[in-house]
């Protein structure tokens, strides 16, 4: 059996401010919405930039990699960076990367310039979610975790739903490359804002003494020591699984436009239009798996709404849909995939080794970010080779895989002493 190090926070230790963890929970939520404003923002600039450069469907995914690819990598050292530097710096350099990638990318007027860009806007979507995470446990360790992190998923949901609909708006009016320069000035004004109102949120206090490690291989302090640590083990465990689900959300978001447009028959801004919906529905999902994952077993919890998602991309395959219809699944489709994302979310802070949640984050999150890289580009040579139906049936057996690996590797009790990770 793997146990979690993490010990929970002392009856009647030093409370954070009720008042200052609200605006750290605020501020928190809507930075994460800015930063999925801009990322959502790629695949649908990418199908007018495939009319004027003649992309494929695996030009596309190759550029969706790339920048999976880079941000999977950068992910943990990101997350070592935040446990020593803090995690205000990380986020304010992280969305410097960001908007400054964005804004490269703008410019370019061949792929090998994109790839480049993409690689910069990766490093800065990394440095953010291993630095904005730990900060969301700290400011909800008193108000429940899973809601917390439910709330900080809603941001991103949110501005990943907007930044669907209001770049299809944005770029038929201004064209993408002014698109995305609109949505990077506005960024670094709120950027600027964070900089200057987030306030400080101090570490949970516990004295007691950090477990050791039952052992320990390689150089102590060392990565190879690190990993084979046994208080690493779980959360080495839990980013196996954030593989498959950051392979079956990052094929979802970013062909989801193209699937609508080329199966559905719809233009590009009733498909951003539709991709709206389904996020927006995930706001739903998101607090629900947030209540849920505080109340009850987080991987059945998981299991239960990546089975039911899974059923759910397979019928947008394949079903023959009205527009009611099709509507009505996407809605279905956001509400069921949102509701694991809290209890992996609440996961990984429970098991993080004690003053590590930087580098647990950062570990998960790039996997979760990997296994996107590596779907993208597999997912746009079977629509070229084949369909896009076929594309979204392997899209959606990702989902169940990662419902099942986490229901076999975690039995977490909500409000528990300690979280249990079991084999059994």
Known sequence: MLASQTSPAKPGGDALPRRIAGRARNMLVAAHALEHVLASSLPVLLLFIREELGLSYTDMGVILAVGSLSGG?????????????GSRRLMLVGFGFALGGSLLFSTAGAIPLMLVARVIIGVGNATFHPASFPEMAKASRH???????????VGGSLGMSLGYALTAVLAGWLGWRGALQLLCAVGAVLIGVFAVAYPYLPDDHDDTPEPKAATVRGRPGSLRGMLLNSQWMPVIALASAAALAGAFGNALQSFLPAFLTSTR???????????????????????????????????????????????LVLGLAWAPLGAAGLVGLLILIGIFRSIPRPCLNAITSEIAPRGKSGSAFGLVFGAMALGGSITSPVVGYIADRWSMQAAFSLV????FLHGLVIRRLYRVRPHADAAEVSDN
Do not use: C, E, W
């Open 143 to 153: 108000s429940g975790v899973g809601m917390g992190m439910a709330l900080h998923n």
């Open 73 to 85: 990598i950068a992910q943990f050292p990101a997350g070592l960076l935040v446990d020593k530097l």
């Open 396 to 399: 959606a057996s990702l989902f």
């Open 265 to 311: 028959g719809v233009s590009v801004a009733v498909a951003g239009a539709f991709s709206t919906i389904t996020l927006l529905a995930g706001t739903v999902g998101s607090i629900g798996g947030g209540k849920a994952g505080d109340r009850y077993d987080r991987s059945l919890v998981v299991l239960t709404a990546a089975t039911i998602t899974s059923l």
